[in-house]
Each structure stands twice: as structure tokens, then as C-alpha cells.
């Protein structure tokens, strides 16, 4: 229950951090570490260098835009949590950060940790791609002949970002540098639900619902699937007729088990129903 | 390889200390073994337990999962460092009064959790202090002292502000106790090179095949367009076969009856090699057989033990429907990290690319020498539902 032997740098800026990841293949960048630690204790990830992007400024700003929040990588669940910084949405961050693993986990633990890391069930990648969030990706685009090498940022949203179970679209030696999540009208109702043995565990079956008839958006995501997040972009035909949800489950593959269809289904419906008592705005 | 080591200030109850530490040792063994401050116990040594709990810069974190070196400049507070703490003054009178503690073991974590619960969140009710207190295992009091004593302490706090206490400082002790005090850490007594383990060669043992306990099971069923003793044919050849197995490989050519292979997945992050040894028998009467396999990654110490059913029926002159069956237990560091269901998922697609590799062998297709191991991401997966999606008329 020791890591492998691993190397450690603390870069002095992003260039220096992405140069880094990108001439070592073995190495993994180090954000909050509360997934990455567990596995590098478990001997199931080994790299060869961590790279701690975590402390990095441009992982660390906000920057408010007239449409949308720019979220560093590295904030983390619990500066959600506790309003540390702001909210595009009518309080349904801090409401999911609470939600997210344990206190002592939420004090390290960042919302592009989460992104990177893609575990189909964590709570960020289906609450961002139910509230259509791009995610902002940087690289190097060169090695030589920079003194300063330039850096590359592209933006795509959540859903298409992550591609499988732990699996994402970052390319060799590119990083999360934030996560942009548009505001919401005051007016948005969120619905939120997870199903878990025990608080705090990993969730068996999860559904995120954002319903913003100011900005003509009714979007529904169902996480906890053994692969990608299911994103419904116009779920209006689901909220009309809560019966649909069974033939969007047997669609996206999620009904073999009759078990975990009924979970599933049980979430989905409630997160449904959570829309009306819970996300009005105080 | 030598351990690199890298110099690290850091500030523990209330002391800054110099040292050199390597990498990839945790911020609990640091304290432990380096600092003698004993009080922070390990449990589960993957971020589970809460028996570790910590206070970095003033919030509660699991030390288990923390590293030193990437804590430059952090101020660590351990139990021992919270003996003057009012609160801890108060959390300890009541833990004793309700009875909170059996064996002690999660008690550190319990109390420093405690702390952070009730400055948080002042005159939090039962149900809330349980839903706050998830992360902290106790397996003998059946939390309902520590619920008590904790729920005491919020109440008495009821009308105070909630603190956040990340960033807050923690005064140190006023009188620190030489056994409260963490001890500089002493020069390193030199590196110990690790041994290398014995190549893992085990399997020389007589195979025996032995029943699977509580299996996953997968069953594919897919159409082959050539006949049936072709595909049968094919499934004699264990080299073929494998072969068809996304990043599996004979380790040793095989005499028709046993195999040795190797395997490996990706999974993210993870990733695993499995070697093993297999039997094969079959039955021409029916038209059927089975591989019986185990393997071990060793990396990991990821147990894999599995079974392959697979049935032939003849569809037409030139088509065949072959039916597999695959069962497997995980057991180990994998299974426990990978959780069942994406373990299924990955090994639902393995059984999918196996079949659509086998098609491929059959037609006299050419297989990549190496298959490239199995990677969980999109483009396999895209590629195996067009297939899947064409195989049944769909697409």
C-alpha cells in the first residue's frame, strides 16, 4: 500500500509544468490528488514524474465573463461548497459540491481533477454537462526554438471532453485549465439525484436535469453509466412524459440489468421531480 | 534507480521543520515514522477510512493520500498538536462522557473531524453530523456515542458564527509535552534498494480447474459467415484464438491442452498485465468447449480467475452462430478501484472486439501480430458498435 517510486516537480509557471508532461510520457499531472492518490497507493497508476499543477495560477483564477464564470482547474470542491467563489447558477454548485465524496476529500479535491480523472461516477462531469460547461484544455504547441514556448487552449463542451469510463480527450502533455460554466437566469431550476450504498461512496446510478425556460434550455444528463454521461440536449419530451426515460435507458444501452435499470429510472424520476420544491430560487 | 529526495520546509504543530523526503512518501508515514507523532493512525491507506484524518492549513485531509514534498510551506496540524484546543477540550470530555470510543483506532480522525463538524457547522442536528461524519469509519461502537458526543458539543456552540476553517491557524499547544512535540526528522540510514521480486513464475503447478465464486458473467452471441468446422477449425488453434483476445499473447507456444498467456488492459490510469496459465478442453460430439484460466497482474497483485464457454451452431452452409459464455472473478487492488460495473463494461467490449476479431480470423483476415491492448477509450468502442451495429442489422 506504498506508491511506486515516482519523481516530483513543482513547476514556476504553466509553460515550465507543460513542457514537462510533454517530454515525459510517464508523467501525470497532480492537482488535488484525492483520485490520483488512492491509485498511486494501490500500485494501479505508476507514473514516472507527477507534475503539481495544482498550485498553478491560471489553474487557480475566476474570471467573470458577461455569459459565463471561467472556473481555474485547480478550485476546489469545498471553495464550491462554501462560496468562496462565485456562482453563475442560483446556488446549485454549492449544492452539488456538498454532495461530493467527504469534507477532508472536498478540501483537496478540484473540479478539474475531476474532469481529467472521468470516473463515471463522480458528481462534476454529469452537474457540468447537464449545465452545458466547456471545458478548457492547454498544451504546448512546440518544443523548439521558444525561449518562451506558446501555449495552445482549446474549449469543448463537457460531454464531448469526456469520452469513456476514465477516459478523456486530452491529448499527450495537455492539461484542464478550467472549466467555463454559462450563467443561468435567476429563474433555472436544477434537479439533482445519485444513489449511493453509503454517503459519500461511489454513486450506482445519478441523473442532473437543468430546466432555464429564460435561455430555451431543458437539459438532462445521466451519469453513473458504466461509460460516457448520457446528455439528452432538449429533454423537453422527458419532462412532459416521465415515461420516456425508460426508452432513453434502453437506447443508451443502461437497461440489460433489471436491477439498476429500476435504480436508474427511480433516480431519473426523481431528480425529475426535484425540479419543482428544491431549486427555487430564495 | 536511486530515490530522489527533495527538500521540503514545512510547519507541524506550531514547529517548522526542514527535511529531505522522497516523492512518494505519504504525508502520514511522514509523521509517523519520520516524526514519531504516532497519534495519526493508518487504516485503509487509500483515502476510505478517515482514520488518517489531518489538519493541512487549518481543513481536515486524509494524510494517507496527502504527499509532503507537494506541501511546501503547509502547516500541519496532527491530534497531538490540538491538546490545548478549546474544542478538542470539549470533544474530548464528551467522547469520554458518551462512551465514544472502543478501541481507539478511528478516534484521532473522529476527533479531528469532530472539530471541523462542529466549528462548521454549530448546532448541527443527529442526522447532519451523520451525514457529515460519513467519511470516518468506526467498527466498534456502532457511532451512536460518537454521534452523541459530538451532537453535545454542536449543541452547546448552537448560537456561534459557522467557521470555515480552511486556511484558519491553529494555535499550538501552550505546554507541549515532549511526546506532543514532532521529533526532526533523523539523517535517512541510506536507501534500502528494493529487492526484485522473483519473476512471478508460479504456474508450473499442475492446473486444476476450480469453480468460480460469485462470477460475473457475460454471454455473447454472435454470427460468423463460414462453416461451422472452419470457425471450430479455428478454435482448436489456441495461438488463433488468443490472438483474437485484444493485448493477450502466448507467453509459450501451446501443445493443444494448456496455454500460458499474457494480457494486458487499460483502464484510464490504470493498468494492468495479467499472466497466467490456462487449460483447454473440448467436446466435438457437441460442438463445444471450455478454457479454464488464472492469472495475476503483478504490478497489482490483481487476481484474475476465468472461464470461456463457447458453443457452435451450424446457421447455414456458410455461417456459423457462435454463442460465448465468459465468467470472471477479479480480486485485488483492480477490483476494488475499478468497481464492478466499468470491470463488466471492459470486459463486455473484450468479449466484443474478441468476436470481431474472430470474424476477421475466420474470413482469412490479417490480424495485427500484437493486438494493441484493449483501451476503454471512444474510438474502440465506436468502432466496435458500428460493427455490433452492422453484425445484427441495425446499422
Same mark, same amino acid.
Given at each position: 500500500?506504498?506508491?511506486?517510486?515516482?519523481?516530483?516537480?513543482?513547476?514556476?509557471?504553466?509553460?515550465? %509544468?507543460? $513542457?514537462?508532461?510533454?517530454?515525459?510520457?510517464?508523467?501525470?499531472?497532480?492537482?488535488?490528488?484525492?483520485?490520483?492518490?488512492?491509485?498511486?497507493?494501490?500500485?494501479?497508476?505508476?507514473?514516472?514524474?507527477?507534475?503539481?499543477?495544482?498550485?498553478?495560477?491560471?489553474?487557480?483564477?475566476?474570471?467573470?465573463?458577461?455569459?459565463?464564470?471561467?472556473?481555474? %482547474?485547480?478550485?476546489?470542491?469545498?471553495?464550491?461548497?462554501?462560496?468562496?467563489? +462565485?456562482? +453563475?447558477?442560483?446556488?446549485?454548485?454549492?449544492?452539488?459540491?456538498?454532495?461530493?465524496?467527504?469534507?477532508?476529500? &472536498?478540501?483537496?479535491?478540484?473540479?478539474?481533477?475531476?474532469?481529467?480523472?472521468?470516473?463515471?461516477?463522480?458528481?462534476?462531469?454529469?452537474?457540468?454537462?447537464?449545465?452545458?460547461?466547456?471545458?478548457?484544455?492547454? $498544451?504546448?504547441?512546440?518544443?523548439?526554438?521558444?525561449?518562451?514556448?506558446?501555449?495552445?487552449?482549446? !474549449?469543448?463542451?463537457?460531454?464531448?471532453?469526456?469520452?469513456?469510463?476514465?477516459?478523456?480527450?486530452?491529448?499527450?502533455?495537455?492539461?484542464?485549465?478550467?472549466?467555463?460554466?454559462?450563467?443561468?437566469?435567476?429563474?433555472? &431550476?436544477?434537479?439533482?439525484?445519485?444513489?449511493?450504498?453509503?454517503?459519500?461512496?461511489?454513486? !450506482?446510478?445519478?441523473?442532473?436535469?437543468?430546466?432555464?425556460?429564460?435561455?430555451?434550455?431543458?437539459?438532462?444528463?445521466?451519469?453513473?453509466?458504466?461509460?460516457?454521461?448520457?446528455?439528452?440536449?432538449?429533454?423537453?419530451?422527458?419532462?412532459?412524459?416521465?415515461?420516456?426515460?425508460? !426508452?432513453?435507458?434502453? !437506447?443508451?444501452?443502461?437497461?440489460?440489468?433489471?436491477?439498476?435499470?429500476?435504480?436508474?429510472?427511480?433516480?431519473?424520476?426523481?431528480?425529475?421531480?426535484?425540479?419543482?420544491?428544491?431549486?427555487?430560487?430564495? | 534507480?536511486?530515490?530522489?529526495?527533495?527538500?521540503?520546509?514545512?510547519?507541524?504543530?506550531?514547529?517548522? /521543520?526542514?527535511?529531505?523526503?522522497?516523492?512518494?512518501?505519504?504525508?502520514?508515514?511522514?509523521?509517523?515514522?519520520?516524526?514519531?507523532?504516532?497519534?495519526?493512525?493508518?487504516?485503509?491507506?487509500?483515502?476510505?477510512?478517515?482514520?488518517?484524518?489531518? @489538519?493541512?492549513?487549518?481543513?481536515?485531509?486524509?494524510?494517507?493520500?496527502?504527499?509532503?514534498?507537494?506541501?511546501?510551506?503547509?502547516?500541519?496540524?496532527?491530534?497531538?498538536?490540538? /491538546?490545548?484546543?478549546?474544542?478538542?477540550?470539549?470533544?474530548?470530555?464528551?467522547?469520554?462522557?458518551?462512551?465514544?470510543?472502543?478501541?481507539?483506532?478511528?478516534?484521532? *480522525?473522529?476527533?479531528?473531524?469532530?472539530?471541523?463538524?462542529?466549528?462548521?457547522?454549530?448546532?448541527?442536528?443527529?442526522?447532519?453530523?451523520?451525514?457529515?461524519?460519513?467519511?470516518?469509519?468506526?467498527?466498534?461502537?456502532?457511532?451512536?456515542?460518537?454521534?452523541?458526543?459530538?451532537?453535545?458539543?454542536?449543541?452547546?456552540?448552537?448560537?456561534?458564527?459557522?467557521?470555515?476553517?480552511?486556511?484558519?491557524?491553529?494555535?499550538?499547544?501552550?505546554?507541549?509535552?515532549?511526546?506532543? @512535540?514532532?521529533?526532526?526528522?533523523?539523517?535517512?540510514?541510506? =536507501?534500502?534498494?528494493?529487492?526484485?521480486?522473483?519473476?512471478?513464475?508460479?504456474?508450473?503447478?499442475?492446473?486444476?480447474?476450480?469453480? @468460480?465464486?460469485?462470477? /460475473?458473467?457475460?454471454?455473447?452471441?454472435?454470427?460468423?459467415?463460414?462453416?461451422?468446422?472452419?470457425?471450430?477449425?479455428?478454435?482448436?488453434?489456441?495461438?488463433?484464438?488468443?490472438?483474437?483476445?485484444?493485448?493477450?499473447?502466448?507467453?509459450?507456444?501451446?501443445?493443444?491442452?494448456?496455454?500460458?498467456?499474457?494480457?494486458?488492459?487499460?483502464?484510464?490510469?490504470?493498468?494492468?498485465?495479467?499472466?497466467?496459465?490456462?487449460? =483447454?478442453?473440448?467436446?466435438?460430439?457437441?460442438?463445444?468447449?471450455?478454457?479454464?484460466?488464472?492469472?495475476?497482474?503483478?504490478?497489482?497483485?490483481?487476481?484474475?480467475?476465468?472461464?470461456?464457454?463457447?458453443?457452435?451452431?451450424?446457421?447455414?452452409?456458410?455461417?456459423?452462430?457462435?454463442?460465448?459464455?465468459?465468467?470472471?472473478?477479479?480480486?485485488?487492488?483492480?477490483?476494488?478501484?475499478?468497481?464492478?460495473?466499468?470491470?463488466?463494461?471492459?470486459?463486455?467490449?473484450?468479449?466484443?472486439?474478441?468476436?470481431?476479431?474472430?470474424? *476477421?480470423?475466420?474470413?482469412?483476415?490479417?490480424?495485427?501480430?500484437?493486438?494493441?491492448?484493449?483501451?476503454?477509450?471512444?474510438?474502440?468502442?465506436?468502432?466496435?458498435?458500428?460493427?455490433?451495429?452492422?453484425?445484427? *442489422?441495425?446499422?
Amino acid at each position: 500500500m506504498k506508491p511506486a517510486r515516482f519523481d516530483y516537480l513543482r513547476p514556476a509557471d504553466l509553460p515550465t %509544468a507543460l $513542457t514537462a508532461l510533454k517530454e515525459d510520457t510517464g508523467a501525470k499531472p497532480l492537482s488535488g490528488g484525492q483520485s490520483l492518490g488512492p491509485m498511486l497507493n494501490l500500485r494501479l497508476a505508476r507514473p514516472s514524474l507527477l507534475v503539481h499543477v495544482g498550485a498553478l495560477p491560471e489553474l487557480r483564477a475566476v474570471e467573470e465573463r458577461p455569459d459565463a464564470i471561467l472556473y481555474g %482547474a485547480a478550485i476546489t470542491h469545498a471553495e464550491f461548497e462554501d462560496g468562496a467563489v +462565485p456562482d +453563475p447558477t442560483p446556488g446549485f454548485l454549492a449544492r452539488i459540491a456538498r454532495g461530493i465524496a467527504y469534507r477532508a476529500v &472536498r478540501n483537496r479535491g478540484t473540479i478539474g481533477g475531476s474532469l481529467a480523472h472521468a470516473d463515471p461516477a463522480a458528481d462534476w462531469p454529469t452537474t457540468l454537462a447537464a449545465l452545458g460547461a466547456q471545458v478548457s484544455l492547454v $498544451t504546448l504547441t512546440s518544443l523548439t526554438g521558444h525561449l518562451t514556448a506558446p501555449t495552445l487552449r482549446r !474549449e469543448m463542451p463537457v460531454e464531448d471532453f469526456i469520452t469513456g469510463a476514465f477516459e478523456t480527450a486530452l491529448g499527450e502533455g495537455e492539461i484542464v485549465e478550467g472549466v467555463v460554466i454559462p450563467r443561468c437566469h435567476g429563474t433555472a &431550476r436544477f434537479g439533482y439525484r445519485k444513489s449511493c450504498r453509503k454517503v459519500g461512496e461511489f454513486a !450506482e446510478a445519478m441523473c442532473a436535469v437543468l430546466y432555464d425556460p429564460a435561455r430555451g434550455v431543458f437539459r438532462l444528463a445521466i451519469g453513473a453509466t458504466e461509460a460516457r454521461q448520457v446528455v439528452i440536449q432538449d429533454a423537453r419530451f422527458i419532462l412532459q412524459d416521465v415515461d420516456k426515460i425508460d !426508452e432513453v435507458l434502453r !437506447e443508451a444501452g443502461l437497461a440489460a440489468d433489471p436491477a439498476s435499470f429500476r435504480l436508474r429510472r427511480a433516480v431519473i424520476r426523481e431528480a425529475i421531480a426535484a425540479l419543482e420544491p428544491e431549486s427555487l430560487p430564495a | 534507480m536511486n530515490a530522489v529526495t527533495h527538500a521540503l520546509s514545512i510547519e507541524v504543530n506550531g514547529r517548522p /521543520i526542514e527535511a529531505e523526503v522522497e516523492p512518494r512518501q505519504s504525508l502520514a508515514d511522514f509523521l509517523r515514522e519520520d516524526l514519531l507523532l504516532t497519534g495519526t493512525h493508518l487504516g485503509c491507506e487509500h483515502g476510505v477510512c478517515g482514520a488518517c484524518t489531518i @489538519l493541512i492549513d487549518g481543513a481536515p485531509a486524509r494524510s494517507c493520500i496527502a504527499f509532503p514534498v507537494a506541501l511546501e510551506g503547509a502547516k500541519i496540524t496532527t491530534i497531538e498538536g490540538l /491538546i490545548d484546543d478549546p474544542v478538542m477540550v470539549e470533544l474530548r470530555a464528551a467522547f469520554t462522557r458518551e462512551h465514544a470510543l472502543q478501541c481507539g483506532f478511528c478516534t484521532p *480522525g473522529m476527533l479531528v473531524m469532530a472539530r471541523d463538524i462542529v466549528l462548521r457547522r454549530p448546532g448541527l442536528d443527529t442526522d447532519a453530523i451523520r451525514h457529515e461524519l460519513a467519511g470516518n469509519l468506526c467498527r466498534c461502537t456502532g457511532y451512536v456515542g460518537i454521534i452523541k458526543a459530538i451532537q453535545s458539543v454542536a449543541a452547546e456552540r448552537a448560537g456561534e458564527a459557522p467557521l470555515v476553517t480552511r486556511g484558519t491557524l491553529v494555535a499550538p499547544p501552550l505546554y507541549a509535552s515532549p511526546l506532543t @512535540l514532532p521529533v526532526p526528522p533523523t539523517s535517512r540510514i541510506g =536507501i534500502i534498494e528494493p529487492q526484485k521480486a522473483p519473476a512471478a513464475a508460479p504456474e508450473d503447478a499442475a492446473f486444476t480447474i476450480e469453480p @468460480l465464486r460469485n462470477p /460475473i458473467e457475460i454471454v455473447q452471441e454472435f454470427d460468423v459467415g463460414a462453416p461451422r468446422a472452419t470457425v471450430w477449425a479455428l478454435f482448436q488453434d489456441p495461438a488463433r484464438v488468443i490472438a483474437c483476445l485484444p493485448g493477450a499473447s502466448l507467453s509459450e507456444p501451446s501443445d493443444g491442452r494448456s496455454l500460458k498467456a499474457e494480457m494486458r488492459v487499460k483502464l484510464g490510469p490504470m493498468q494492468a498485465a495479467f499472466g497466467g496459465v490456462g487449460q =483447454i478442453s473440448a467436446d466435438p460430439s457437441t460442438w463445444s468447449g471450455a478454457i479454464d484460466g488464472r492469472g495475476v497482474d503483478a504490478r497489482s497483485a490483481t487476481r484474475v480467475q476465468a472461464r470461456l464457454v463457447y458453443r457452435l451452431e451450424e446457421k447455414s452452409e456458410n455461417g456459423t452462430h457462435v454463442c460465448v459464455d465468459v465468467a470472471y472473478v477479479l480480486q485485488g487492488p483492480l477490483a476494488q478501484m475499478s468497481r464492478g460495473a466499468i470491470a463488466r463494461d471492459l470486459a463486455a467490449r473484450l468479449t466484443g472486439a474478441f468476436a470481431a476479431n474472430l470474424d *476477421g480470423a475466420v474470413k482469412g483476415g490479417v490480424l495485427a501480430p500484437q493486438a494493441a491492448p484493449l483501451d476503454a477509450g471512444s474510438l474502440v468502442l465506436s468502432l466496435l458498435k458500428g460493427w455490433l451495429a452492422r453484425l445484427f *442489422g441495425r446499422g
